[in-house]
């Protein structure tokens, strides 16, 4: 069953069941690429009805990440693990532990961070036992949270949608209408009221909304009427799916880009964008800033490098809407392509010149340390 699982769910290179009754640990880890690097992606703790449920989600995780890190144009592969378990009241020290020298054992094929359930907390514990743990606190080396970087990664997304889409050089006077205002949005309405655009905002949580809407005097919509809002670029910041089957025919946007996971509720959907000439900056090519910042912190961090290579999302995607361009396929195809052909180009030719597995057994982190 596992096996068809795998096959069916994207050829993994490996999936590790790791298990330790002692401590109430049932985890899976699943490397889906290491072409590029080590495979890099977060932890997630999730109460799964079935061990099968949590196999299928650790293997499309792990095989999304393999896709945003090389669109992200970064030395990694794709990996991601899951815990079995309720994050509210299964957490332990020696759960953590133990599932840090399972990570350990894979020797920097696969570096994990914190995910859905799990915290910088969690983390620590890891990193107690392994050194290939990322996002861990910014005292003991770690890059923090993620979401300023994303954010930046964002706004140089939709700064690329707008000279894609309008010509534009800035986005002053450009309406932009931001859904979501926690983590990635509120920073992303700081960077978008910085660069002159008119921004209208919408949270469920009023108080978030007030907040923001105080400090910039900014017009603010309702929580599910913003998506369909008259403006010329709609950002998802908030939850996935909300460009479907009953939101597309309503757009009034020219562009979709924004940081939320998952904005096309189907595949589809990006061919039904392309259909109504809406421009659709695909949602892991425009979020990879936290990933970007991550693997900074593989290699000795720095903020300042960190929003540097953050501005790397503007190039990546102009490359999509170019790919998607020259061969008239939708942005969400295009970025696909961009990320296979990568991993087979680059991939191929680490193969051809020092074996396949040369870099992606040590680290990044490991080669830092050696240089010191
Ligand atoms: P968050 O939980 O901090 O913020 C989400 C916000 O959306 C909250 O303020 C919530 O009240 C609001 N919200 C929920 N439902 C809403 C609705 N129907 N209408 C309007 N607002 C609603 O999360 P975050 O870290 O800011 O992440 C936002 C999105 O970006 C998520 O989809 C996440 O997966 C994705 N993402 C985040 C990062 C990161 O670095 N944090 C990286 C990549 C992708």
């Not at 590029?36 to 995780?61: C, F, H, K, Q």
């Not at 105080?214 to 010329?232: A, F, M």
């Not at 929003?307 to 969400?332: G, H, L, R």
Request: a negative charge; glycine letters at 10%.
């Amino acid at each position: 069953m596992s096996f068809e699982l795998i096959e069916k769910h994207g050829e993994h290179e490996q999936v590790i069941f790791c298990h330790n009754k002692e401590v109430g640990l049932k985890a899976i880890i699943a490397i889906h690429n290491t072409s590029l690097g080590p495979a890099l992606g977060g932890t997630r703790m999730w109460n799964y009805e079935s061990e099968e449920e949590a196999l299928i989600d650790v293997l499309r995780l792990s095989k999304g990440m393999t896709y945003k890190a090389s669109a992200a144009g970064l030395n990694l592969g794709g990996g991601k693990a899951v815990i079995i378990g309720d994050p509210k009241s299964q957490k332990s020290e020696s759960l953590f532990r133990a599932f840090g020298t399972y990570v350990n054992s894979l020797r920097g094929r696969y570096i994990t961070a914190e995910d859905v359930g799990t915290t910088v907390q969690d983390m620590e514990y890891v990193f107690m036992e392994t050194p290939f743990v990322t996002g861990i606190p910014e005292v003991l080396g770690g890059s923090g949270d993620p979401s300023p970087y994303t954010a930046h990664g964002v706004l140089m997304g939709i700064k690329a949608s707008a000279k894609h889409k309008f010509g534009a050089d800035s986005l002053k006077g450009i309406r932009v209408a931001v859904q979501g205002l926690g983590n990635v949005g509120s920073h992303l309405v700081d960077y978008l009221i910085n660069e002159e655009a008119i921004v209208t905002i919408a949270d469920i949580d009023q108080e978030k909304v007030k907040k923001i809407s105080d400090k910039h005097g900014l017009g603010v919509e309702d929580p599910s009427g913003i998506i369909t809002s008259d403006c010329d670029i709609y950002a998802p910041c908030a939850l996935g799916a909300t460009i479907n089957d009953e939101t597309i025919g309503e757009l009034k946007c020219k562009v979709v880009a924004g940081g939320a996971n998952n904005q096309l509720a189907e595949s589809k959907h990006g061919s039904m964008l392309k259909e109504r000439d809406i421009l659709y900056a695909p949602d892991y090519v425009i979020n990879a800033g936290g990933l970007m910042n991550v693997f900074v912190e593989l290699e000795g961090y720095s903020a300042e490098r960190a929003i540097d290579k953050t501005s790397q999302v503007y190039t990546n995607m102009m490359e999509v809407f170019k790919i998607a361009q020259d061969e008239d396929v939708p942005t969400n195809i295009a970025a696909n392509k961009l990320a296979e052909r990568r991993i087979q180009l680059i991939g191929g030719l680490r193969q051809q010149h020092h074996g396949r597995t040369a870099r992606p057994f040590s680290t990044l982190r490991e080669m830092t340390n050696r240089q010191k």
